[in-house]
């Protein structure tokens, strides 16, 4: 008994004593004369590292968002992209997007799924966070039946999950403005199969509750979005601020996970916080040093595609909801090209070079790859070159980009391939096995893409390399 009232003693003790201490301390900085923050190199490299992942993904749905007419739009992919894409980095040659692109502030939006018949089809979702999801693929068995889902968010007016008469499947999503995106094998080179593939995807559709339910649609608040940038750099450069403030008004933040946590940390100081609106008086920050910070950074991840085995250790984290992923994945994903799929759904080695040097257009360049060597994928492979600065396709009058199952390839004798990287194609080579580079001092990467990778064999195959000729 003396004991138990030694303990409720000293328990009293300390909580008495904790009640004392003095409030901690909010973390603040140092303004100079002219209103710019005083930032050490330390404290400006963490910002950058902990908004590439907003910024990118802030760049890329804005951009599409003007480009497609707006918000609550959408927009179907009937022809394969080529080098005029210039949206997003890295984008792919071998699938069409459905693009829906939805501002889920004033109610919510209903995207309406149809069936196909093709290899591989997935419905991507994310938000100006970055985290990315897939509710839906033909990997689960899903597009067998058409279906519809309904996308809400927490600011989402008077609707907060309840069920809808019709709809399969109510989706809440990490932020108010959202991707929402098809990507289908459209079978290119089977012409019936993908006229009927191209006959389904105009079935797609999307339209707010109010719609679906014979009501006049609600009019979100008119909004001013801040400025994108040609790239993410002009963002560190220009308006960080004002964009980082915009989309912690717009995105849902879990004060128990870890990296939001540390990002909300990392802004406060300079007075962005959810809820707040941006002040251009307020804190300022020197763009030019956020630039160069950022350009570094950048040029530090994008070195790293020629680490085969970093990609691979990445792999499993790589395009993931939050609290599976983490900061070092999530920001090498950003600066490499943003929105991906997760790796059962598809995965993305690089072709380094045979040598360990920059793969450049100043060389040519073959890839082999045996029978036995080649993707071990559940759906399709294909090959894709790009310029490496920008991550975009190398222009040229064939209009060729990629090898694969949809742009073409052609087996040799024995099942396997030979694929030329050249100035100009050798006279024994087939066309569909031809990746066309311009002659001059222009880095390139060449990225494998595994649609539904067999994660066993995945384990033991290597990423065939590039050969200098």
Not at 105 to 123: C, G, H, N, Q, T
Not at 317 to 332: A, N, P, Q, V
Not at 435 to 461: A, C, F, G, H, T
Request: aromatic share 10%; net charge negative.
């Amino acid at each position: 008994m003396k004991k138990m009232i030694t303990y409720i003693i000293i328990a009293l003790v300390f909580l008495i004593s904790a009640c004392q201490q003095p409030p901690k301390k909010e973390k603040s900085i140092e303004i100079d004369q002219n209103g710019y923050a005083i930032l050490s190199d330390q404290e400006v490299e963490n910002i950058v590292k902990r908004s590439f992942q907003y910024v990118a993904m802030y760049n890329v749905n804005n951009k599409f968002a003007i480009g497609q007419g707006g918000w609550n739009t959408l927009v179907a992919d009937t022809n394969l992209k080529d080098h005029t894409m210039t949206e997003i980095a890295r984008p792919n040659n071998d699938s069409f997007y459905t693009t829906a692109l939805l501002d889920l502030r004033a109610e919510p939006v209903i995207m309406f799924l149809p069936a196909f018949d093709s290899k591989y089809v997935s419905l991507m979702v994310t938000s100006y966070d970055h985290y990315v999801d897939v509710p839906k693929a033909t990997r689960n068995g899903d597009f067998k039946r058409p279906e519809k889902i309904l996308f809400y968010s927490d600011r989402t007016e008077d609707y907060s999950g309840e069920p809808v008469n019709g709809v399969d499947l109510i989706y809440k999503t990490t932020g108010d403005f959202v991707s929402a995106v098809l990507r289908i094998m459209p079978h290119a080179n089977e012409p019936e199969r993908f006229k009927k593939i191209v006959e389904t995807i105009k079935t797609t559709k999307i339209q707010t509750l109010s719609e679906y339910q014979g009501r006049e649609p609600i009019t979100p608040e008119q909004v001013d979005f801040p400025k994108t940038g040609q790239t993410d750099l002009d963002v560190f450069k220009n308006n960080l601020l004002e964009v980082m403030q915009f989309i912690f008004n717009h995105i849902s933040f879990d004060t128990s996970d870890e990296e939001d946590r540390a990002v909300l940390e990392a802004y406060k100081p300079l007075g962005i916080m959810p809820g707040k609106e941006f002040n251009p008086e307020g804190i300022k920050i020197d763009g030019e040093k956020f630039y160069t910070v950022a350009e570094k950074i950048q040029q530090e991840y994008l070195a790293k595609l020629n680490d085969p085995n970093l990609i691979k250790e990445m792999s499993p984290k790589m395009f993931k909801t939050k609290g599976l992923t983490d900061l070092e994945t999530i920001l090498t994903v950003s600066i490499i090209g943003p929105i991906g799929l997760p790796m059962e759904e598809a995965m993305y080695p690089n072709v380094t070079s045979a040598d360990g040097e920059s793969l450049n257009s100043m060389n040519d360049y073959v890839i082999k790859m045996t029978k036995d060597q080649l993707p071990p994928a559940g759906a399709f492979w294909s090959l894709t070159l790009y310029d490496k600065a920008n991550g975009f396709f190398i222009p040229n009058d064939s209009k060729k980009y990629s090898v694969g199952e949809n742009s073409g390839f052609k087996l040799n004798a024995d099942g396997g391939i030979e694929i030329y990287v050249t100035a100009d194609k050798p006279s024994n080579v087939p066309e569909e096995n031809w990746l066309p580079v311009n002659r001059q001092d222009q880095e390139i990467d060449i990225i494998l893409r595994i649609y539904v990778p067999d994660m066993e064999k995945m384990e033991s195959w290597k990423a065939p390399v590039a050969e200098k000729m």
